[in-house]
């Protein structure tokens, strides 16, 4: 079963870290172009960030460049993004993607993990 499952969901104050995993069963990740979005409360889905299957650089949102990173983990199947320097308008519900038939938008989506940022 093809299944993408996210974790490392939490509440943290302005200024923290969290990290976001995202394991595939199913097939390989690293076949795959992965990306991470996001959806706030009364806001449309966006994307965060993805990494490619080549040498292609990662690539972020203009708001979250130089605070958020994103990698893989080939031995794991897994897909992280490290996020630092947390702001409120950071809060959402995030969600990794994966392209696996190479089509430009994903076919496989995980159920999501919370992130809320307040003081």
């Known amino acids: 079963q093809v299944q993408l499952v996210e974790s490392g969901g939490g509440m943290v104050q302005p200024g923290g870290s969290l990290r976001l995993s995202c394991v595939a069963s199913g097939f390989t990740l690293n076949a795959a172009k992965i990306g991470w979005f996001r959806r706030a409360p009364g806001k449309e889905r966006e994307a965060v960030s993805c990494?490619?299957?080549?040498?292609?650089?990662?690539r972020y949102r203009d708001s979250v460049r130089g605070r958020f990173t994103i990698s893989r983990d080939n031995a794991k199947n897994t897909v992280s993004l490290q996020m630092n320097s947390l702001k409120p308008e950071d809060t959402a519900v995030y969600y990794c993607a994966a392209d696996r038939l190479g089509v430009g938008s994903p076919d496989t989506w995980g159920q999501g993990t919370q992130v809320t940022v307040s003081s």
């Open positions: 990494i490619g299957t080549s040498t292609l650089p990662e």
